[in-house]
């Protein structure tokens, strides 16, 4: 199976299991994932930071998004466009359908935030492994997006149900160091990159 292929299969068998959590399950474990993500010193100190819009059965981060608010921190999500780039803007108006139909702030009313100057980016994902390898939908935005803010944290975020034996990976594509799942936080161990996998 060449990798495209082995790509697709394993999209589909990820969102398939995402897709099979009931309602009250997905919105308990989106609720435990929030208060992993709150517990992260990278988002204590945070200002700014990138966010996405839940899509279909994707983890629910709006109750971790009022904590943020709450205190004040600026909080920026995706606008995309069709030649492969995302910008970050801050929303002062309700979202709008974007190119994938999924809700974004409208670049007309609302405020761009320069990559160098976030803090943080929450990354969503289809599909995640033990060694910080990502599945995303195959557009590669956040691949190119991530290259541009390096001093911001990247915080992989998925249900335990998207855990893949192995994703397999291309040059282009990033691994992370931090994931968290209603499990709770994950950190990549670099000493071991190849034995250790990830430690709580």
């Not at 299991?17 to 010193?41: F, G, I, K, M």
């Not at 996405?52 to 109750?63: I, K, M």
């Not at 609302?110 to 929450?122: F, G, N, Q, R, Y």
Request: proline share 8%; hydrophobic share 40%.
């Amino acid at each position: 199976m060449d990798l495209v292929s082995e790509k697709r299969e394993l999209r589909r068998l990820a969102l398939s299991r995402r897709d099979a959590l009931e309602s009250e399950a997905r919105a308990a474990a989106s609720l435990a994932l929030c208060r992993a993500l709150a517990s992260l010193p990278e988002l204590k100190s945070a200002s700014r930071v990138l966010a996405f819009v839940p899509v279909g059965s994707e983890c629910d981060l709006r109750a971790f998004y009022g904590l943020l608010r709450g205190r004040g921190a600026a909080l920026a999500f995706p606008v995309t466009a069709q030649d492969g780039k995302m910008e970050a803007y801050i929303p002062d108006a309700p979202l709008v359908p974007g190119l994938y139909s999924i809700p974004e702030p409208d670049p007309k009313t609302s405020l761009l935030l320069p990559p160098e100057e976030l803090d943080a980016v929450l990354v969503p994902c289809v599909g995640f492994d033990a060694q910080g390898n990502r599945l995303g939908h195959g557009a590669g935005y956040y691949d190119r997006y991530l290259r541009r803010c390096p001093q911001a944290a990247a915080i992989l975020t998925a249900f335990e149900a998207q855990r893949l034996e192995h994703v397999p990976c291309e040059e282009h594509d990033l691994s992370f160091s931090l994931l968290v799942t209603e499990k709770g936080v994950f950190r990549r161990v670099h000493d071991h990159p190849f034995s250790g996998g990830w430690q709580k």
